[in-house]
């Protein structure tokens, strides 16, 4: 345990930036399609695409991390006590050092999927009972893609919006870019936010 920060960072790249991340992490560390509990990822880096109305949990130690991105759509991501099992068969909830991270829903008025913030809602709940710290970023109009690297124990997330809103004139401070592109935003005080 002796590389992990007391902050892990979380920033906001470009999707070219995010393509080479991907690349280095490589093709057998990603989430994949169909989004169930069954392609979460547990590595010391992973990564996932895609997220629009979905919601995506992570959950690291600072050396490695359990990654999983789950789909509205799919009722087996609705049997929550089937995916509570699976985070505990895969780490150790008593863990101290662990911290999570959570990105996606969408509201009804975006998606066909009625249950999007309800999968979103149920992750938080989850984090909350396991008494796991965690950052949240809800909602934004946009599709997101997320990676993890215990190198340097942080987090990154792009989507097509990011270039057009930091070529904008808006505040440089990152806790308003982040506020512009999601709904909601929660940081955790083990975690800071950078571009």
């Known amino acids: 345990m002796d590389n992990i920060s007391f902050k892990s960072n979380i920033r906001m790249i470009s999707p070219q930036e995010f393509s080479k991340i991907a690349g280095r992490i490589g093709g057998e560390k990603t989430v994949n399609y169909p989004w169930t509990i069954k392609q979460s990822v ?13 919601t995506v949990c992570g959950i690291t130690d600072g050396q490695k991390v359990l990654l999983n991105h789950l789909c509205p759509s799919i009722s087996d991501n609705f049997n929550f006590n089937k995916i509570i099992d699976f985070i505990k068969n895969n780490i150790d909830t008593t863990n101290q050092y662990l911290q999570g ?6 509201s009804k008025s975006l998606t066909s999927s009625s249950k999007s913030e309800l999968l979103f809602d149920r992750v938080i709940n989850f984090m909350k009972e396991m008494k796991i ?27 097509n919006s990011i270039n057009e809103t930091l070529t904008k004139e808006v505040s440089k401070n990152p806790a308003e870019i982040f506020k512009i592109i999601f709904d909601d ?10 571009m």
Not at 185 to 194: A, F, G, K, R, Y
């Open 185 to 194: 935003i929660l940081v955790s005080e083990l975690d800071e936010i950078n």
């Open 101 to 106: 991270f959570i990105l996606g829903s969408k």
């Open 133 to 159: 710290p965690y950052s949240a970023f809800k909602g934004g109009t946009f599709t997101n893609n997320v990676a993890y690297s215990s190198l340097n124990d942080e987090w990154v997330i792009s989507n």
């Open 42 to 54: 547990l590595a010391d880096s992973a990564y996932t695409t895609g997220i629009f109305d979905c």
